[in-house]
């Protein structure tokens, strides 16, 4: 292992570290934005649902184009400016009194999220040996999470819940990075890569492209509820959990089950993709779906910290079957031409993580975080909608799949 760690390239080191720091104090802040606007700002639960939405909103309309972006001018071009834009983003939050400029704030916030992340990613793609991706990319994955379990603490020990003071930390942070990164990009210039040309992407094109293959369509819509259940997580159980009058300390709670997510991920992600690595790839999604619809559904249900927690742990298994195994069933089933084309439409399945915030909110209008049934319920039915489109897409892999065999056999 200490072999393979020396021929990782000093920038992705950089940028893995970087990461942590990165989900440390973004993890810090904007999961607490929910239960700020609620109680500082008292915005009304739709609105507090439409302003964190507006973030993911942002990132599905400008993701599909980002490694386009970063082909056409350069990665070092696009992560500089897109770091030090998102360090701008968060002193604006820390100075922001009214609801439309948490608005605006938390739409660059997805933009420049949507820019920085996929680039970074494209960059460690093009400096890492192709024998040494695979640990490259789960160093960066645990780094999101090692992040993850710190930060949602040290936010609460801060006070994210009722002051912005932590977006100033935010910001600091991602400027230091931008610097490091700066001076990275000095010292190894010459062992970068030559900057790519590439032709537009033809939205039109790619639509038409995915939306006739009988299995991607179903993935896609599948995985759309899986996502939507999902964002319900930071959404609708942060503003849940401030205002139930069931849990004494809501906030504090919310950060530990961030915290609990994280730590989960990290125990079980390893043997969880080992054992189910040779299951027909959909298997894991259909799982994963089903355990997400679960544990919320068990959120509704809960009336004390135990059976609170116990749902977190089955929530994050689905969450690791659904998005370890997405990559695996996207690389499976595109085209070889059109690869990238799958890849980047599959992102569109981020639209469920825009309603989420918007129904959840909604629902807390109607029924009130008195009532926890009668807001969950209908989230974890909505989620579980993903399972019949994931089971049709399995049923057309399977004949595909079948006759790519027998007519390589009959060749």
């Not at 030090?84 to 739409?107: D, K, P, Q, R, Y």
């Not at 001076?183 to 790519?196: S, Y």
């Not at 890849?343 to 909110?361: D, E, K, L, Q, R």
Request: charged content about 10%.
């Amino acid at each position: 292992m200490k072999q393979y760690l020396r021929q990782i390239h000093p920038l992705a080191w950089t940028i893995i570290i970087g990461t942590m720091f990165g989900r440390l104090v973004t993890s810090m802040s904007i999961p607490f934005l929910s239960i700020y606007l609620t109680r500082v700002l008292e915005a009304t639960p739709t609105q507090t649902g439409i302003t964190v939405a507006v973030s993911s909103l942002a990132g599905v309309m400008v993701s599909f184009y980002g490694g386009y972006i970063s082909d056409r001018i350069g990665r070092k071009i696009v992560m500089l400016i897109s770091v030090f834009s998102w360090a701008g983003v968060f002193f604006i939050f820390s100075a922001a009194e009214h609801l439309w400029v948490f608005f605006v704030a938390n739409t660059l916030n997805g933009l420049c999220r949507a820019v920085f992340e996929p680039t970074s990613r494209a960059m460690l793609s093009d400096i890492t040996s192709p024998e040494n991706k695979l640990l490259v990319f789960n160093l960066r994955y645990a780094a999101v999470n090692l992040g993850v379990v710190f930060g949602p603490i040290i936010g609460f020990q801060l006070g994210s819940s009722e002051s912005t003071f932590p977006f100033v930390i935010s910001g600091l942070i991602y400027i230091a990075y931008g610097l490091v990164l700066f001076l990275q990009f000095k010292l190894q210039h010459a062992n970068l890569p030559e900057r790519h040309q590439a032709t537009a992407p033809r939205l039109r094109e790619a639509l038409i492209t995915t939306g006739r293959d009988r299995v991607f369509l179903p993935v896609l819509i599948g995985t759309t509820f899986c996502v939507l259940g999902y964002g319900h997580f930071s959404s609708t159980l942060a503003q849940y959990l401030a205002r139930s009058p069931i849990f004494e300390n809501g906030s504090q709670m919310f950060s530990y089950m961030l915290s609990l997510n994280a730590v989960t991920v990290l125990i079980i992600q390893y043997p969880l993709v080992r054992t189910f690595r040779n299951f027909p790839p959909l298997v894991p999604l259909i799982v994963g779906n089903l355990l997400v619809a679960t544990s919320l559904m068990m959120v509704g249900i809960a009336e004390g910290v135990i059976m609170m927690m116990m749902s977190v742990i089955l929530f994050t298994i689905g969450e690791v079957l659904l998005f370890t195994m997405m990559d695996m069933l996207i690389d499976r089933i595109a085209k070889p031409e059109w690869k990238g084309t799958y890849f980047g439409t599959i992102g569109f399945n981020n639209i469920g993580s825009v309603i989420a915030p918007v129904m959840g909110g909604l629902l807390l209008s109607q029924f009130g975080a008195e009532n926890g049934l009668a807001v969950f319920v209908p989230i974890a039915l909505t989620t579980a909608l993903g399972v019949p489109f994931l089971l049709i897409a399995h049923r057309r892999l399977v004949v595909r799949e079948k006759q790519a065999e027998s007519t390589s056999l009959s060749m």
